[in-house]
């Protein structure tokens, strides 16, 4: 589902601290509606507590993260659960309930948070697992279908509540090549046929170049970030000794 902001998310001086241990600073960029944006960088640069703040994990020190219009650390609890409502995420590992099937994976959250009807919600349900490509496989249990079926069974269960933006980490992770691609052209296909908005946290050199339209390097050093662009315009065209480390490195 759109909405009439230009950018689905906005992080401006954003300053993130475990304790005393800073670990990013001032880092600001934008994400487009209908855009895959990816953040990347060395071991220890920040991705992951990134992440934990854009999906309401770890408050800023300082700095602000925009979500359709409201500043998502600066309003009431209330209406802090709301936002991250239009956030969908998918974990590492796929984070679907083992003692669940498929389609009771996706039901839940409708169950939760919608005042859908026991029919409807298995409609829309059945209709993000086509969407996937999970047609059929709703009965199965997380345990009965491969590692990339789990991983496109998470991304339906991320996109069930229509988010503004579907947050995903290390998508790629324990799949071999073949399943790798196929998860890169399924997201590639959500965003160009309904204009989904990803956000992808990824150090895999394929999916990087393949599926994003920006990206966001940051920094372990500076503790900032230090490149943005598209992958291949950063490829061609940023100078930074890391950064072409990094985007020339073998797999």
């Not at 060395?42 to 300082?62: E, H, V």
């Not at 609890?77 to 239009?86: C, D, H, P, T, V």
């Not at 990339?148 to 992770?173: N, Q, T």
Request: charged share 20%; net charge positive; glycine share 10%.
């Amino acid at each position: 589902m759109m909405n009439s902001f230009k950018n689905a998310l906005s992080v401006s001086g954003l300053s993130l601290a475990y304790g005393s241990f800073q670990v990013l600073e001032n880092v600001a960029f934008d994400v487009r509606q209908g855009s895959c944006t990816i953040i990347m960088g060395g071991s220890g640069c920040g991705k992951s507590t990134l992440l934990k703040s854009l999906i309401g994990l770890l408050k800023p020190s300082r700095g602000k993260i925009t979500l359709e219009g409201k500043d998502l650390w600066h309003v009431r609890n209330s209406q802090r659960q709301n936002l991250l409502r239009r956030c969908g995420v998918l974990f590492q590992g796929g984070a679907l309930w083992s003692s669940l099937n498929i389609i009771e994976n996706l039901s839940l959250p409708l169950q939760a948070h919608t005042k859908l009807d026991e029919k409807e919600i298995r409609e829309l349900a059945l209709y993000k697992l086509s969407l996937v490509g999970l047609s059929g496989f709703e009965q199965f249990y997380p345990s009965e279908i491969s590692g990339g079926m789990r991983k496109r069974a998470g991304i339906a269960r991320a996109m069930i509540l229509d988010p503004s933006v579907v947050f995903l980490d290390e998508p790629s992770a324990g799949l071999d090549p073949v399943n790798s691609k196929r998860l890169d052209d399924l997201i590639n296909e959500l965003k160009q046929s309904l204009g989904v908005t990803f956000v992808v946290v990824t150090h895999e050199l394929a999916s990087i170049f393949e599926i994003g339209d920006h990206s966001v390097f940051l920094d372990a050093k500076s503790k900032s970030v230090i490149a943005q662009g598209s992958p291949k315009f950063l490829l061609q065209n940023c100078e930074n000794l890391d950064v072409q480390s990094f985007l020339k490195r073998k797999g």
